[in-house]
């Protein structure tokens, strides 16, 4: 039988190499050629409380070959480490445990501790969610932050961290554990840790922590959102912080360059390229529909059933009000047809009271690959694998003459 593993990282978060004895290891039922080693003492902390477990490796006594620890489990009081190399019982190890990879961890957590203990002082919502990933740091809230509170949130737990306040992480008694405010007052088994982040928090947590605030270097709010009546915020603490900022800045620069004007005025150059955008595309309508008047203009009297021609990018109101004006002009068919022949069309047919433009789809639809309907009166939508020669002969066969198209 295995007893409880001992928790070096509970006591000692800043040393990474320990020693060891394998107490077992057996064959994992999670994957062929993995095995589950159980050790007396560990330096690894086991993916716990939303927390990714420690990377690392582990060597066998008198030997230097470095044997990943691929995942970390805990289930009761003992921490399970999963390898894929048989060790035998009884033997001595000699463990590392990535250093960066835990300090980031606990920059993070402790960020977390200030960031939810002032949500909770102030006003009075708990932490009902936390994620923390290698990329990114969930919680949950249980009520509404706005954009502004989450801003001054931020700005307190960076003061909290300018201050470097002590944090400290003990088993009080059951006696003293009653008189104690905590945050995450639950029916825990066993002894219950208490992390306090003097000042600012006091909650029952299970993984390490910095000693002073100062080591969590800068907190970042990087999103925020409504969630189950409550607000999601993640956060990102000390280098993974630096590094997102300094991802996002070099952004904004390459953006301001690109616009050639400084990252202040970025949005305001972009406001003034979209109104651009706009007016160009009014624009750009007005001059298709008077090309289009003209065309209608020039269609022969006697030509009812009217196929035109119009350019790619057309505005479709403006291709709409077009038909109605043939519609209203010609007694058979009129369509419009916008597109390439590699691309596809698009189109919009109408027709007067006495005629049915479903039909005329219908032609379409027999002999290619369309899509669209509408009402007797107006049909539109797409087809694709037509060229122009396509449709204009579906129009020919109607008007026995040549429908006209733009030249
Ligand atoms: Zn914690």
């Known amino acids: 039988m295995n007893s409880k593993t001992i928790k070096l990282y509970d006591e000692k978060p800043y040393e ?10 057996t064959e994992s039922d999670r994957k062929q050629g993995q ?15 939303g927390q990714t477990p420690d990377r690392g490796y582990i060597c066998q006594e008198g030997s230097s070959e470095e044997i990943s620890v691929i995942d970390v489990q805990i289930k009761g009081d003992i921490i399970y480490h999963y390898i ?13 445990t990535d250093w960066n990879h835990r300090f980031s961890n606990m920059q993070q957590h402790t960020g977390e501790h200030i960031f939810s203990g002032i949500v909770n002082s102030k006003y009075g919502y708990d932490n009902v969610g936390f994620h923390l990933s290698d990329s990114v ?7 509404q932050l706005s954009a502004e509170e989450l801003s001054e949130i931020e700005r307190l737990v960076n003061r909290a961290i300018y201050e470097n306040v002590p944090v400290i992480a003990e088993y009080p008694s059951k006696e003293e554990l009653e008189k104690i405010d905590y945050r995450s007052k639950k029916e825990l088994p066993g002894d219950v840790r208490i992390v306090t982040v003097t000042g600012y928090d006091v909650c029952a947590c299970c993984a390490p922590h910095v000693r002073n605030t100062g080591e969590i270097g800068i907190l970042k709010v990087i999103t925020s ?12 603490c000390g280098f993974r912080a630096l590094d997102y900022l300094a991802r996002e800045h070099e952004l904004l620069n390459n953006l301001a360059q690109e616009l050639s004007t400084s990252w202040e005025n970025v949005p305001g150059q972009f406001r003034k390229q979209q109104d651009e955008i ?9 001059a298709g529909e008077k090309i289009l008047d003209a065309e209608i203009s020039r269609v022969p009297a006697d030509v009812n059933h009217v196929c ?15 038909v109605n004006r043939l519609v209203d002009e010609r007694e058979g068919y009129c369509g419009i047809f916008w597109g390439d022949d590699e691309g596809g069309y698009r189109f919009i047919i109408g027709c007067g009271a006495d005629m049915n433009s479903n039909d005329l789809l219908t032609e379409f639809k027999e002999k290619f690959k369309v899509r669209g309907g509408g009402s007797p009166a107006m049909v539109q939508g797409s087809m694709q694998e037509v ?21």
């Open 16 to 25: 990474t190499e320990f020693e060891a004895t394998v107490l077992s290891c």
């Open 35 to 49: 095995y589950r080693l159980v050790l007396d003492r560990t330096q690894f902390f086991p993916e716990e409380g």
């Open 84 to 96: 894929d190399k048989p060790l035998t019982e009884g033997t001595t190890i000699h463990g590392k």
């Open 137 to 143: 740091v969930t919680m949950d809230y249980s009520g």
């Open 225 to 236: 959102q409504n969630y189950k009546g409550g607000t999601r915020v993640s956060i990102l």
């Open 278 to 286: 706009s007016a160009l595309k009014r624009a750009l309508s007005e």
């Open 308 to 322: 035109l021609f119009a350019d790619k990018e057309s505005d479709q109101n403006v291709i709409r009000k077009a």
């Open 387 to 407: 060229s122009k020669d396509d449709i204009l002969n579906i129009f020919r066969q109607h008007n026995n003459i040549d429908a006209i198209g733009e030249q």
